[in-house]
């Protein structure tokens, strides 16, 4: 069984939904990472995130435009010369990659998780 929190810590948890506008290599990173532009939308705008995705989307062009969910709360995180401002969440897939969390359908940028 998972560990219990109360619903209110859940709350302080911000997750937005962002497409991906840009997707670059990221070599000086010690594992494979892509680096990430995302669009929140006007009322966020645009967040940087460094995400371990170049083994499950080796095309990284399959990426663009692709609606995501992110925490955009954490505070941001340095890896390499990189600032990484967003988390994109997905999940470990069958084959032992990551699959991405996306909406089943396109939705406004920056809708909010709840």
């Known amino acids: 069984m998972a ?27 010690r ?9 929140f939308g006007p009322g966020f705008g645009e967040m940087h995130s460094a995400a371990g995705l170049p083994d499950s989307y080796p095309e990284r062009e399959s990426l663009l435009g692709k609606q995501v969910f992110a925490v955009v709360n954490f505070p941001p995180r340095r890896i390499a010369d990189f600032e990484s401002q967003c988390l994109i969440l997905g999940v470990p897939d069958e084959a032992g990659g990551l699959s991405l969390l996306d909406p089943d359908r396109r939705v406004p940028l920056g809708g909010k998780v709840f």
């Open 3 to 29: 560990e219990q929190i109360r619903f209110e810590d859940f709350e302080k948890v911000d997750i937005r939904v962002g497409e991906i506008v840009e997707v670059r290599d990221f070599p000086k990173a």
């Open 31 to 39: 594992k494979p990472l892509y680096r990430l532009r995302v669009d």
